[in-house]
């Protein structure tokens, strides 16, 4: 028997500036299911959920709710309503109790001396109730501050049932979550359902859409591109639907050859993270680095470029003579570049503008007479921006308000510079859409066709299998294996979860 519609956004217009974002775009999700809602940088997800959010207002549609139309004209009155957005970043009251948390919209109050006091007790028990319905064993007066980011989480799911949630929008919920912590995060989605809440789950990881979702709905350039039932849909026709291409087409054509050795490393060594590693990485390729949570693939980009202090054990060469890394200033000035995986707190200044994090690092190279030359920067600024697709208002808009993809464009570009000779990147397309992934991945493969050597590390079996020339597989700080391109995801989640037994 279908359960009721629980959800229906019919025929939803929006346009900004004359530009339409969204032309007659439907959306409908049952009560107690989860439908995945996909698309490209652009395609119009935000839009659509801020407007069932109340933070846009549509132009032209209907939404309704159990069958009653509704119109969600601020957050307020989508709350009122039941729906609650869980943004892509945690948003938790870091200083504020468990208990706190939970209750924030609306604390429950007891009267007493003619003044409304909480009722800390009352918010405490209902507080324990929630939390056990999440299987989160965790004291309610406890500060946030001191949970680990999946159980912070799920203090905002138990926010969300407090709120008596109907709807639950679901923006990349796992990007700050271990692969086991998004197990857990799944089990608590399948409580949710069977509780008849609705959720809308906006993920560019296929591999949990396919596991979490019943069905998928797919945007494209802000119109329905397609719906699927989870269980007979294939990737290659998600991907078709999201991309207008096929899945081949998301990796460029792998290097025809390896050049000179630029970064040799032998004997790295972290004390209980990575033992004895050794690499080389070639001008003109990208040596692709993958394992699993606690395998050590996050430690080793920032001890090659400093971050780490100087290695004692290890030898390292770059471009044949010895280097010692010792901090990031002197692995920039020697010509390596990083981009951080966490893009939020290490890669960019959220409240400065596009065009300043793009030459930050690299600000004396625009400096004319002791000041910056604004026409020289402006140049480079506009060169990278049209080489990579980085859509922004202009040089000056502030760069948190750009997409995660514009931003991570932002991120490489300026490490795309004159004198980078090894380019490091951490999990370069976390949450990043596919649309923004294959302009990433194409920029990367023409640096490299110009004699860059790129160093990527990813948890991503997927991405490393498909855009490496060499792959190093590690397990538990050793090289469990080491491929040539043409290696599956398969082979790669095989090495890196058999029991290293020597050194390789």
Not at 9 to 23: H, N, P, R, T, Y
Not at 281 to 301: A, E, K, N
């Amino acid at each position: 028997m279908q359960a009721p519609t629980r959800l229906e956004m019919a025929d939803i217009w929006k346009s900004f500036g004359g530009v339409a974002v969204l032309q007659a775009v439907d959306l409908r999700v049952e009560a107690g299911q989860v439908l995945a809602l996909l698309g490209a940088n652009g395609a119009g997800k935000s839009t659509l959920v801020k407007i069932l959010g109340g933070v846009y207002q549509r132009d032209r549609g209907t939404i309704r709710l159990d069958g009653t139309p509704i119109a969600p004209n601020n957050p307020q009155a989508a709350l009122s309503h039941g729906i609650r957005l869980l943004p892509q970043e945690i948003a938790v009251l870091p200083d504020l109790s468990v208990a706190e948390n939970i209750f924030i919209d609306a604390l429950p109050c007891r009267r007493r001396f003619g003044l409304n006091l909480i009722d800390r007790n009352t918010m405490r028990h209902q507080a324990r109730d929630l939390l056990d319905q999440l299987g989160l064993v965790v004291d309610p007066d406890q500060p946030v501050r001191q949970l680990p980011p999946a159980e912070q989480r799920l203090v905002e799911i138990a926010r969300a049932l407090a709120g008596r949630a109907r709807v639950l929008v679901m923006d990349e919920p796992t990007a700050a979550l271990t692969a086991q912590e998004a197990q857990r995060l799944f089990a608590i989605i399948g409580r949710l359902k069977t509780q008849g809440v609705a959720i809308v789950y906006i993920s560019h990881y296929l591999d949990e859409v396919f596991q979490v979702a019943d069905r998928i709905a797919v945007l494209r350039d802000g119109r329905n591109a397609g719906t699927f039932i989870t269980q007979n849909a294939s990737r290659q026709q998600i991907l078709t639907a999201m991309l207008g291409t096929s899945i081949e087409a998301l990796y460029p054509a792998h290097a025809a050859s390896a050049g000179e050795p630029v970064l040799q490393v032998e004997r790295l060594t972290i004390a209980d993270v990575l033992d004895n590693l050794s690499l080389t990485v070639h001008s003109g390729q990208i040596t692709g680095m993958f394992g699993l949570v606690g395998s050590g693939i996050d430690q080793v980009g920032r001890a090659l470029f400093g971050a780490l202090g100087p290695l004692p054990t290890s030898r390292i060469k770059l471009n044949g003579q010895p280097y010692i890394p010792s901090t990031p200033r002197h692995g920039r000035n020697t010509g390596i570049g990083f981009v951080a995986a966490e893009r939020q707190h290490e890669g960019i200044l959220p409240d400065l503008a596009m065009g300043t994090n793009m030459t930050l690092p690299f600000v004396e190279r625009f400096m004319r007479w002791g000041t910056v030359s604004a026409q020289h920067e402006h140049s480079h600024i506009q060169h990278q921006s049209t080489e990579l697709g980085i859509q922004a208002q202009s040089p000056d808009q502030t760069i948190r308000f750009l997409s995660g993809g514009n931003q991570q464009k932002v991120c490489l570009a300026r490490w795309l510079v004159e004198g980078i000779k090894v380019l490091i990147l951490e999990e370069p397309t976390r949450g990043v859409d596919l649309g923004a992934r294959q302009t990433l991945y194409a920029a990367l493969r023409q640096r490299t066709e110009q004699g860059l050597a790129v160093l990527i590390s990813s948890t991503d079996v997927e991405e490393i299998a498909g855009i490496s020339d060499q792959t190093i597989v590690l397990d538990r700080g050793q090289v469990a294996a080491r491929f040539n391109h043409g290696v599956t995801p398969a082979m790669l989640l095989d090495a890196a979860t058999r029991t290293v037994t020597a050194q390789e």
